[in-house]
């Protein structure tokens, strides 16, 4: 293809990703830079289309950030009242008891239940306000790269249609020129994956792990309501070698978010992690609180779980990572958006620094890190998954209350994390089938219902976004040999296969489905499926309430 | 020439959208909104007019809360040149639109008027017709291709099994079908420059015009679920089924 000739646009510093992290880190350089130039863009159709999370949160980073929140109407609204942790069998449940001993970090007292998408929304506005400028419905589709440093990001091309070609429409992508480059996509970002191979910043770390979160908003009758109630389950339905659960939370007027998390690292290609959601909801623990109530949203989003292990180098010549780009999810404590939102303030205070003193590389980030209660906390909880996958639930679970009562987080060791997620599936020959209950309509529904509710959208006429590096590949591993584990853990029906003959099968890819959650690029056992970014304002249009 | 643009704030086309508690109407708390898709076309195709020559400027305006700014800043960025806010908290019936519309269109001195045939939320496709009607100008409804010359304006309808071409002597009204053409991506230094644009607020009072309803919404409904289909083995099953059970023959 010919050169594009494209516009250029100067900044101080461009922010990729307008989730918690990627507002909070421009807000903060505005606060410490007020005559910066700060541009934000997000590849969602508007800011909070994209995100996905429980969500109980916990204000302290924004107190640190915001400390008059209070006064700004933040959509903080929902303390928790009550909370529990059930074990599941699959007839009963057992809640841990002394909850705040056994597993401190789940203590919840203070914190808020949350739509995520709202607050991102309102601290959009808190940014705008600053000055930040903001720009949904562009992705970045490159790294602008000059001699070996980053100077900002190319957009994506607009109005490309499915052969390639340029259609009559066709917008060039601009180039977002700046000094600094703050890549905050969340888990698995396109560019933030560019960066750590270019940069070669996962050097010496251990491998990302991670986890498909996949959620329903509900609305429930008046009287079933209860503001404020937590419950997280684990147990049933997954196996003892499948870590992962489910949470349930009273929130807002008459809502009710569920959602479940399964560990990309489970083994078994038959599992379908959409099916457990949908049937963890069948359990009596979870049944009352549908039953009378209507679905409203749904979405999914792969989220990091690698922890401290995992952390790459944080830095590279033009830009840092921060939130789920870099993994700071505390996942005993079920909460990434204290965390990303701190990691994002940090990276903001290191890359108005190398501005000030007119550095290349804002290296400062890394001691900053090292120095707050963001690296202790996450490093104090670091043997808590790890010891789920090498020891199961049941044994995890155990290890996970004497780390956590008696040893504090001081263990004198470091338990690894032995495998990247794509490495862990094991082949049909020799997994077992699950018998999955069919959708009743009513309380547990089928992937097609469960998408149209994401409100996803992607231009009909551009390239397929998702692609199989290596056809072949497919039908020799994926297809042979794991019996095509992407109709399974896809949540929003991407990927079918199709018999095309005898023995003959191929991939269909419904790209016009996809929620943006990168389990597939993530799981993919040869890593042969390429999430490209699509056209910007495509995907979900997660209404506030997600 | 100025052509108008009137555009309306919606619920996103892309939302599904739900029955508010009270039956009252949809919800529309929380949801993303956006331009009229009709309207987007009309606003592309009114930038055309500007570029080819035939017009000079072009005008966009919209009647709604200070939130509709935002679909007016859409419609700078995609090209029209400024745009005028006529505020209100009401919900405005077309009738009520159409006499807003007639005071901006008589102030701006409009050569042609040029939107969308239908707004997708209620789906009245009655606003043009109307504001037609009490201009008295001629109207040009559903089109599929336009062309100005000569102090008239050639309008090709779609109409039931075919395209009907109309001769118009301007100023005319046109409201836009889905085939007139493909509206433009906003670019990212358009949307900049938008920011930058005039835009003029008109309180609605200040106008003058008649804004009662005469409509009321008795209630609002979501239709009845579709019931799953079964698979028969045979057509002799089917006939017997669309005999028995469906009755239609």
Redesign the interface.
């Known amino acids: 293809m010919t050169q594009i000739e494209r516009?250029e646009?100067e900044f101080d510093v461009v922010v990729v990703g307008g989730g918690p992290a990627g507002l909070s880190a421009a807000i903060r350089l505005k606060q410490l830079m007020p005559d910066a130039g700060v541009c934000l863009i997000e590849k969602g159709?508007?800011i909070g289309?994209h995100i996905v999370s429980g969500a109980v949160i916990e204000p302290r980073t924004l107190d640190e950030l915001l400390p008059n929140w209070r006064d700004l109407d933040a959509p903080l609204r929902t303390q928790v009242t009550e909370e529990r942790m059930l074990f599941l069998t699959e007839t009963r449940s057992f809640a841990v008891p002394y909850l705040d001993r056994v597993m401190p970090q789940m203590a919840n007292h203070g914190n808020y239940v949350v739509s995520l998408g709202?607050v991102c929304r309102w601290l959009g506005e808190q940014a705008e306000a600053l000055g930040v400028?903001i720009?949904p419905g562009?992705s970045g589709a490159e790294l602008f790269i000059e001699n070996d440093h980053v100077s900002g990001v190319i957009?994506g091309d607009?109005?490309i249609e499915r052969n390639g070609e340029h259609g009559?429409?066709f917008?060039p992508g601009?180039i977002?020129r700046a000094k600094q480059t703050i890549l905050t996509e969340g888990a698995r970002g396109s560019l933030t994956g560019h960066a750590m191979k270019r940069f070669g910043l996962r050097k010496g770390v251990e491998p990302q792990t991670y986890g498909l979160g996949i959620k329903e908003v509900w609305?429930i009758p008046a009287e079933k309501h209860r503001p404020g109630l937590v419950q997280h389950s684990f147990g049933w339905p997954l196996d003892d070698n499948t870590y992962g659960g489910a949470w349930l939370y009273h929130f807002g007027e008459n809502l009710v978010s569920f959602g479940f998390v399964t560990g990309l690292d489970y083994a078994n290609t038959y599992l379908s992690p959409f099916e457990e959601m949908q049937r963890t909801k069948l359990h009596p623990a979870f049944r009352e609180h549908f039953e009378g109530g209507k679905r409203?949203i749904y979405g999914a989003r792969a989220l990091s779980e690698g922890g401290f292990q995992s952390i790459p180098r944080l830095t590279f010549p033009g830009g840092v990572l921060a939130g789920d780009s870099a993994g700071f999810l505390n996942v005993p404590k079920i909460k990434g958006t204290h965390t990303a939102m701190k990691s994002g303030m940090i990276a903001a205070e290191a890359v108005a620094e190398a501005l000030e003193k007119d550095k290349k590389e804002a290296a400062s980030m890394t001691a900053r890190v090292q120095q707050s209660w963001l690296w202790s906390e996450l490093r104090d909880v670091r043997n808590i998954r790890p010891a789920f996958a090498k020891w199961g639930m049941k044994l995890g679970a155990l290890y996970s209350g004497i780390d956590s009562m008696i040893l504090r987080g001081r263990a004198p060791w470091t338990l690894h994390h032995p495998h990247a997620d794509n490495e862990t599936l094991r082949p049909a020959s020799v997994c077992t089938k699950i018998d999955y209950p069919k959708p009743d309509?009513k309380i547990t529904f089928d992937r097609v219902s469960s998408v149209?509710?994401s409100?996803?959208?992607h231009e009909e006429n551009q390239p397929v976004h998702l692609k199989l590096r290596n056809e072949t590949v497919w039908q020799t591993v994926n297809h042979d040999v794991f019996d095509s584990p992407e109709s399974r853990y896809c949540p929003a029906g991407v990927y079918e296969q199709e018999q095309t003959g005898e023995n003959a099968w191929q991939l269909r890819i419904n790209a016009q489905n996809c929620v943006h959650c990168k389990t597939c690029d993530i799981k993919d056992p040869t890593q042969n499926i390429d999430w490209c970014t699509p056209e910007g304002g495509g995907g979900p249009?997660y209404?506030?309430?997600m | 020439m100025k052509v108008l643009v009137p555009v309306k704030r919606v619920v996103d086309y892309n939302v599904k959208v739900r029955v508010a508690a009270d039956g009252s109407g949809v919800e529309t708390q929380g949801v993303k909104m956006s331009m009229n898709p009709f309207d987007e076309i009309a606003v592309e195709e009114a930038v055309r007019l500007r570029e080819k020559g035939a017009a000079k400027e072009v005008v966009v305006v919209t009647v709604g809360a200070q939130a509709a700014q935002d679909v007016l800043r859409t419609a700078m960025a995609m090209g029209a040149d400024r745009a005028i806010l006529v505020r209100t908290d009401d919900t405005l019936e077309p009738r009520a639109v159409a006499n807003v519309l007639k005071a901006i269109a008589t102030r701006e001195e409009a050569g042609l008027i040029c939107m969308g045939k239908q707004a997708i939320d209620d789906d009245m496709n009655a606003t043009g017709q109307i504001l037609a009607a009490k201009l008295g100008w001629p109207q040009g409804t559903f089109a599929s291709a336009v062309t100005v010359a000569d102090g008239r304006i050639e309008v090709a309808r779609e109409i039931d099994g075919g395209t009907e071409v109309v001769s118009l002597t301007l100023p005319a009204v046109v409201t836009a079908d889905l085939r007139l053409n493909e509206p433009r991506y906003a670019s990212l230094p358009n949307i900049m420059k938008a920011r930058k644009k005039p835009l003029e607020t008109v309180e609605i009072d200040s106008l003058g015009v008649d804004t009662a309803s005469r409509l009321t919404v008795v209630s609002v409904a979501e239709p009845a679920e579709r019931k799953e289909g079964v698979k028969v083995n045979s057509a002799a099953e089917l006939v017997e089924k669309l005999k028995t059970e469906a009755k239609v023959i």
């Open positions: 516009e646009m159709s508007e289309a709202e400028e720009y562009f957009t607009m109005g009559p429409n917008t601009m977002l609305e409203l309509g149209f509710l409100s996803t959208n249009n209404p506030v309430g």
